[in-house]
């Protein structure tokens, strides 16, 4: 299994453009995550996916920030516009659904990471 | 905010036990507790996960209170390839898990 795959691995931008994050999770998983890490506020989650419905978006900073999953096979984390405070490195993780209930996820399998870095 | 605590930093030497606790006292019954670790420039990585009885893996084993409110990773003899920050979460029901805090630093020294 290829793991979670995230791209780009790297993307320097500058400040007001649109950058487009995506992941691949493993196949057959039923969450996907996606989380923000800065040296400031550490991993925080912004939003994550049972089933590809969006369960919990509390952690999304604002508006400018949107996450789609269209399928059980790709998600996408937009910001529009973007500013340099949202330089960080974006995190997928997937998992799969531990007890069969629906509501428990086990083990998160992460991705290697966005660096995004807006100028 | 998390639903865990843990303490900022850990030290050891190089081939004795580390135990690294973590503190859940708002923990529901379904919840499971989970384990990951962050080397440097690497995503978290799965270490160990339980309910409510003691588990052992290859990489270390987990100790859960008798009240669930606080567990301890134990990892038998450290390397210096176990240096790094080890993170305790929650998952279980929607809307309530699946957070990081700070996680624990651990520094081994040679």
């Known amino acids: 299994d290829a793991g979670v795959i995230q791209s780009p691995r790297h993307e320097v931008t500058e400040m007001g453009q649109e950058v487009t994050l995506r992941c691949k999770p493993i196949s057959g998983h039923d969450y996907l995550f996606w989380y923000r890490q800065t040296m400031m506020r550490g991993l925080e989650l912004l939003i994550y996916f049972n089933n590809n419905v969006p369960i919990d978006d509390s952690g999304m900073p604002e508006d400018r920030f949107s996450a789609k999953m269209p399928n059980a096979s790709f998600s996408t984390l937009k910001i529009q516009p973007s500013e340099p405070r949202d330089s960080a490195v974006y995190f997928c993780?997937?998992?799969?659904?531990?007890?069969?209930?629906?509501?428990?996820?086990?083990?998160?399998?992460f991705g290697e990471g966005s660096r995004l870095t807006v100028l | 905010d998390a639903k865990t605590t843990q303490p900022n930093s850990m030290e050891s030497n190089e081939e004795e036990p580390v135990h690294l606790p973590c503190n859940h006292s708002?923990?529901?019954?379904?919840?499971?507790i989970h384990w990951y670790r962050q080397l440097p420039s690497q995503g978290p990585e799965y270490v160990i996960h339980?309910?409510?009885s003691n588990v052992n893996n290859r990489m270390a084993s987990l100790a859960i209170a008798e009240d669930r409110k606080s567990s301890t990773l134990i990892l038998h003899r450290a390397t210096l390839r176990d240096a790094a920050v080890y993170y305790c979460?929650?998952?279980?029901?929607?809307?309530?898990?699946?957070?990081f805090g700070p996680g624990t630093r651990l520094s081994v020294l040679p």
């Open positions: 339980g309910l409510t």
């Open positions: 708002t923990i529901s019954g379904t919840d499971y």
């Open positions: 993780a997937s998992s799969f659904d531990l007890n069969g209930t629906g509501n428990t996820a086990g083990e998160l399998f």
């Open positions: 979460i929650l998952t279980g029901d929607y809307g309530q898990n699946f957070v």
